[in-house]
């Protein structure tokens, strides 16, 4: 049995009207000015116009604006994006459109803005100076252009790797789009949400990519109690992947107990606490975690934690852990603190309860590799 689905009501208004330069503009996530400007310069404006009526953009001339933000996203010139926005138009579409006007590229501010907006206002993310990626992104991600988002985010990471990705193209659009969620209250908590989804997505791809990794101990994350934040986590766990590091991934809001009995089942060479919120931190848990110890009598050993996140900064981190600054530098920390103490202790990894000595065997060596694995940084976001 077929579901027949009703016929529509009546014609598209978007054919029938059109819609107006502001509606367009908000729904691009560009300003008004820049619409009106690559009109001007470029001949990027509606195919058809009637003689003493406001300009109406039809769904295809919206796609070719479409396009065209798309290609500037890349770092297209603008007179060349133009170009090959309009080529992908039907040629009817030409006959009642001028010739576009040549001019210089239009100007654009040190954060990737465009000039001031004309009425109506804008909706670009300010970034900074970043990584034109980092632009490409944030407007792609105020459009809700879903797979330009995607499309950026795997590109980043495949040039760049997942440090310099997150770093130089995701963190900066994520911050972007938490401040203007924070100051546009729910007018942009749509935005965070499918960006924050995309980056999520990517990093768990390379995450669970299937490769070899290293006989090391593994290195186990997860965040505080009351701790929903994961993004970073995330991030680090792909980033240990493309060192080829095993690990385990526990998440949001792992209770007390479940983080102990698996840092006991498992003997990880480190454990990495993200707390993103001064209120989710819990360094009663840190200590424990840092004084549990395994294996046989003679050899037991216990795992050097890293306290990461800006959660811990009232007060510093806790005591006999370290708290990583950036994504690399707690990379690099964990990569010292399961292969290192391996290569102290000349054997290979055996889990907790194994005859031969395990992870993080108090052995003067040990001792003193851990000590050298401990630098006091403010907490990576």
């Known amino acids: ?142 459009r809700l252009d879903a797979p330009e988002v995607a499309r950026i985010l795997r590109e980043a990471v495949e040039e760049f790797g997942v440090v310099e990705a997150w770093t130089e193209v995701m963190m900066p659009a994520l911050r972007a789009a938490g ?39 593994p290195v186990l994350l997860a965040a505080t109690p009351a701790e929903q934040h994961t993004l970073p986590l995330e991030a680090t766990a792909a980033a240990l992947t493309e060192r080829a590091l095993p690990f385990r991934m526990l998440g949001a809001a792992v209770p007390p107990r479940a983080l102990l009995d698996a840092v006991h089942r498992l003997g990880p060479g480190a454990v990495m606490i993200w707390c993103q919120d001064r209120r989710s931190a819990d360094r009663d848990l840190v200590g424990r975690i840092g004084a549990s110890r395994w294996g046989p009598r003679g050899s037991r050993g216990g795992a050097v934690v890293v306290a990461a996140g800006p959660g811990w900064a009232l007060g510093g981190p806790p005591a006999g852990t370290a708290s990583p600054r950036t994504l690399a530098d707690a990379v690099d920390l964990l990569e010292r603190a399961v292969t290192l103490e391996r290569a102290v202790l000349g054997t290979d990894y055996r889990k907790p309860g194994q005859s031969e000595p395990g992870p993080g065997s108090e052995d003067p060596g040990a001792r003193r590799v851990r000590a050298a694995s401990r630098p006091r940084r403010e907490g990576f976001s």
Do not use: F, N
């Not at 239009?106 to 803005?113: C, F, K, Q, V």
């Not at 935005?191 to 090391?216: D, I, N, Q």
């Open 1 to 142: 049995m077929t579901t027949a689905y009703p016929a529509a009501a009546g014609p598209d208004p978007l054919e029938e009207v059109g819609l107006p330069t502001g509606s367009v503009a908000q729904r691009l996530g560009v300003s008004p000015t820049t619409v009106r400007s690559w009109e001007r310069r470029y001949g990027i404006g509606p195919a058809r116009r009637e003689a003493g009526h406001h300009r109406r953009w039809s769904r295809e001339d919206i796609a070719v604006l479409e396009a065209m933000c798309r290609l500037t996203a890349r770092g297209v010139p603008p007179g060349e994006a133009a170009r090959a926005a309009l080529a992908e138009r039907s040629p009817a579409a030409y006959e009642d459109h001028p010739s576009p006007v040549p001019g210089p590229p239009e100007p654009e501010h040190r954060d990737g803005a465009r000039p001031a907006p004309g009425p109506g206002g804008s909706r670009a993310l300010r970034v900074g100076t970043v990584r034109p990626e980092c632009r490409g992104l944030a407007r792609a991600a105020v």
């Open 179 to 217: 401040r203007k969620w924070a100051a546009g209250g729910e007018q942009y908590v749509e935005v965070e949400h499918l960006l924050s989804w995309h980056v999520s997505s990517v990093l768990r791809g390379v995450a669970v990519a299937t490769a070899a990794t290293r006989p090391v101990p």
